[in-house]
């Protein structure tokens, strides 16, 4: 016969199990850490899905070659880099004053790199070759570390105003294949078409498309799967695959994505993209073979006058089909510019 004193205790053990199981159930799952590393060349990030090194000198801007992994599949980037900046550039020629420029400045058209169309420099130099350093800044948030990266240009074509800024936003995110980008240009000069120039999301280290199996441009609409087959032997950026503005197409997103393999065994990998959540925000878009497969694009090509500011933000990363790439795309779509601090990160649009 159960006394009131031994029922007493077995209520209470029971109700400690409830307790206990309640307690346990309830508990909030641990967040995975993400991990910073900074030393004098370099910071590292390292999320429970990505590793990625951000450099500070030497080969700037953008996430460094080699160094983005996808922890899913054990797959890296085969590239330069990732989201690389260069100058800032506008149409025309400037063979008027071409002598008066720094060779680094000199942009020559009409061969086989830089195709038929005019262009010149305004502001320089290139910042990923010769900048040779930048200005970074560590975030840290809750579920997310964002890296800043700033230059100032130094050199500019005569006439032309030295002193605008350019800053890189790049945010990791805890739980996501891919990082959200932005640059963002405050400009000190005017023109009817002001633009930047930018990898996106990366060029293609190859020989005779061994490291990927085809690249996707979705401007391109049913044609927009494109076999490394047809990257082969070079050709000029207008001749194949270019994205013009101008031209009146309206694509509803912009991905350009090249599908990953393993140079030796042939097994496919996933794809790498870098979406322009603008679309409206793309001047002109290459696609062309010059030892490698160079995916330039640029950014702007609308009049600025000195004092205002553009830009445009970016996903760039790892994803395992095109669906998926769109599906990403669409949540963040038609924005334009980031913004971040340690309460959080946001896309915005600028007005």
């Known amino acids: 016969m159960m006394t009131s004193r031994s029922s007493s205790r077995l209520l209470c053990r029971f109700s400690g199990i409830c307790l206990l199981i309640k307690a346990t159930f309830w508990l909030p799952t641990l967040q995975a850490e993400i991990v910073v590393r900074e030393d004098a060349d370099q910071i590292q990030i390292e999320t429970p899905h990505l590793h990625a090194a951000i450099r500070k000198n030497g080969y700037v801007s953008g996430v460094a070659a080699g160094s983005f992994l996808d922890k899913k599949t054990g797959f890296r980037d085969v590239g330069f880099g990732l989201d690389i900046a260069d100058w800032i550039m506008e149409p025309g020629s400037d063979e008027k004053y071409r002598d008066e420029l720094s060779e680094d400045l000199v942009y020559r058209f009409g061969n086989p790199y830089h195709g038929a169309r005019p262009k010149r420099c305004i502001e320089g130099p290139q910042i990923c070759t010769k900048a040779r350093q930048l200005d970074t800044r560590i975030i840290r948030g809750h579920g997310f570390v964002a890296v800043k ?170 994803f395992d089909s095109i669906g998926q790439m769109e599906k990403v795309y669409d949540k963040y779509r038609d924005f334009n510019r980031l913004s971040v601090d340690a309460q959080g990160w946001k896309l915005r649009r600028w007005k």
């Open 149 to 318: 990266l700033g230059f100032q240009y130094h050199k500019a074509a005569p006439g032309r105003n030295t002193g605008s800024k350019w800053t890189q936003t790049l945010v990791f995110l805890e739980n996501q294949r891919y990082f959200i980008s932005s640059h963002r240009i405050d400009a000190r000069n005017e023109s009817d078409a002001m633009f930047v120039r930018i990898d996106m999301p990366g060029h293609i280290k190859h020989q005779r498309g061994d490291t990927f199996s085809e690249i996707y441009l979705s401007y391109l609409g049913k044609q927009g799967r494109i076999s490394s087959q047809q990257f082969i032997e070079n050709f000029a950026p207008d001749k194949k695959f270019n994205y013009r503005r101008d031209l009146g197409l309206k694509p509803q997103r912009f991905i350009r994505a090249y599908h990953i393999r393993d140079p030796k065994s042939g097994a496919a990998g996933p794809w790498l993209a870098g979406m322009t959540l603008d679309p409206t925000a793309v001047h002109e878009a290459w696609c062309h073979q010059r030892g490698y497969v160079c995916l330039i694009e640029e950014f702007g090509g609308r009049p600025v006058k000195p004092g205002e500011v553009f830009g445009a933000a970016f996903v760039v990363g790892f």
